[in-house]
């Protein structure tokens, strides 16, 4: 399935703010209830998701970015340095 650019980049925002909606639902309901630790433990999972998926994307552009800088390098030739040094 294909996504907008726009929904794609904001998925990790997405997953952080379901997270703290979770977080904020388990802390208003008294903590001994099943359902809030329910919540809680849901707003560490989405959380950690964030958290991960941004790590992800941020290691694979960073490689991109390596391999881009790694493929545009100039190898110059002995002799041509040589004649550029003469001039």
């Not at 991960?52 to 493929?71: G, L, P």
């Amino acid at each position: 399935m294909l996504l907008s650019e726009g929904v794609y980049k904001r998925i990790p925002l997405f997953w952080m703010i379901v997270g703290l909606l979770f977080l904020l639902l388990g802390w208003s309901g008294a903590m001994e209830s099943r359902v809030s630790l329910a919540y809680v433990a849901l707003a560490i999972l989405c959380i950690g998701r964030s958290i991960w998926i941004y790590q992800a994307r941020w290691k694979y552009h960073r490689r991109n970015q390596v391999s881009i800088v790694r493929d545009t390098m100039v190898i110059k030739h002995p002799i041509a340095e040589n004649l550029k040094n003469k001039h």
